[in-house]
């Protein structure tokens, strides 16, 4: 009997926004997991005996990527629909064990290949993204001094609006065809993890954030060359050139000794700083 109809489904979807929220250092995000598995406990175990004891069996150790957490729900939720149908007690510990197991296997498969693209694909592209707008919009910040005074306020918040809305809706994506495809198939046949190639999404994701990261720079660098070598000349260009190297040298320096970012960030205050200074010396203030 199917028992993840739409109004359970939408249930268990927006409780999985709470994941995090119950996170702990002892069981991770156990909490969350109990919680956006509760409406589907309550319709499959009634007695609220039952539903204690299988409350419990899942208030163990829970970590993995929060977008993919629905595969492993729906998985759990699948064969704990299989645990309240048993004919008896062997078929039932058979059951139990395989929604444990999966449960593990799981949480950690989707949390590699979860973390691969979205800590380290779709979140950095979202911020290439706002980078793009701002650069076909003309913002470069510092580069050029006039232009960051008359960037329109829509402009500014464009960029990170528009990424943000897409890394939240491919997770969202995520989230509930993850529920769907992990009830679907319930503890057999990979379990969800066949849903898509995700190696050769991986791999394409990369390669659209490596073309998408030379552009930038391309088109950055060459247009603020370009407004440098108009308005101040080849000393300012320069000057510009000079600033942005010993800052990404600084970096790569602390990187390389592996020191904190904290100081990191103390270390490039204190050179903006300085430049800062340098530049109200008159002179060095005309290619500023």
Same mark, same amino acid.
């Given at each position: ?38 409406? +589907?406990? !309550? !319709? ?14 899942? @208030?163990? /150790? ?32 058979? @059951? ?15 949390? $590699? ?8 694909? =779709?979140?950095?592209?979202?911020? &290439? &993204? ?12 510092? @580069? ?5 005074? %008359? #960037?329109? $306020? +829509? ?6 609006? &528009?990424?943000?809305? =897409?890394?939240?809706?491919? %997770?969202?994506?995520?989230?509930? !065809? ?9 503890? %057999? ?12 999404? /991986?791999?394409?994701?990369? &390669? ?9 720079? =391309?088109?950055?660098?060459?247009? $603020? ?8 000349? #080849? ?17 790569? /320096?602390?990187? !390389? ?8 960030? $103390?270390?490039? /205050? ?19």
């Amino acid at each position: 009997m199917n028992m993840m109809d739409r109004k359970i489904r939408i249930k268990i979807f927006l409780r999985l926004l709470f994941l995090q929220s119950g996170w702990n250092f002892e069981r991770f995000q156990n909490i969350g997991f109990c919680f956006a598995l509760m409406p +589907y406990l !309550k !319709k499959t175990w009634p007695d609220c005996a039952r539903l204690k004891t299988a409350l419990l069996r899942h @208030f163990g /150790i829970f970590n993995t990527q929060p977008y993919m957490a629905g595969f492993v729900v729906g998985n759990v939720c699948s064969i704990e629909e299989k645990i309240s149908a048993s004919k008896n007690s062997e078929e039932e510990e058979k @059951f139990i064990k395989l929604a444990v197991d999966i449960k593990l296997a799981l949480e950690s498969s989707f949390a $590699a290949i979860g973390d691969r693209i979205f800590w380290g694909r =779709i979140t950095p592209l979202a911020t &290439l &993204l706002c980078l793009g707008v701002w650069s076909v919009a003309g913002f470069y910040g510092w @580069f050029l001094t006039d232009a960051q005074l %008359s #960037v329109s $306020a +829509y402009i500014l918040f464009a960029g990170p609006v &528009l990424g943000v809305v =897409i890394v939240t809706c491919v %997770s969202s994506y995520i989230r509930w !065809k993850g529920l769907e495809r992990g009830y679907a198939c319930g503890g %057999s046949n990979l379990c969800g993890l066949d849903m898509f190639p995700w190696p050769k999404i /991986i791999s394409k994701l990369s &390669l659209t954030g490596l073309i998408f990261s030379i552009s930038i720079c =391309i088109f950055t660098l060459i247009t $603020a060359g370009v407004y440098y070598y108009k308005n101040f000349g #080849v000393e300012g260009l320069v000057f510009k050139a000079v600033l942005v190297m010993a800052a990404i040298g600084i970096f790569l /320096i602390f990187r !390389k000794l592996k020191k904190s970012m904290f100081l990191v960030l $103390a270390t490039l /205050i204190v050179f903006s700083t300085i430049v800062v200074i340098i530049s109200q010396i008159e002179g060095i203030a005309l290619i500023l």
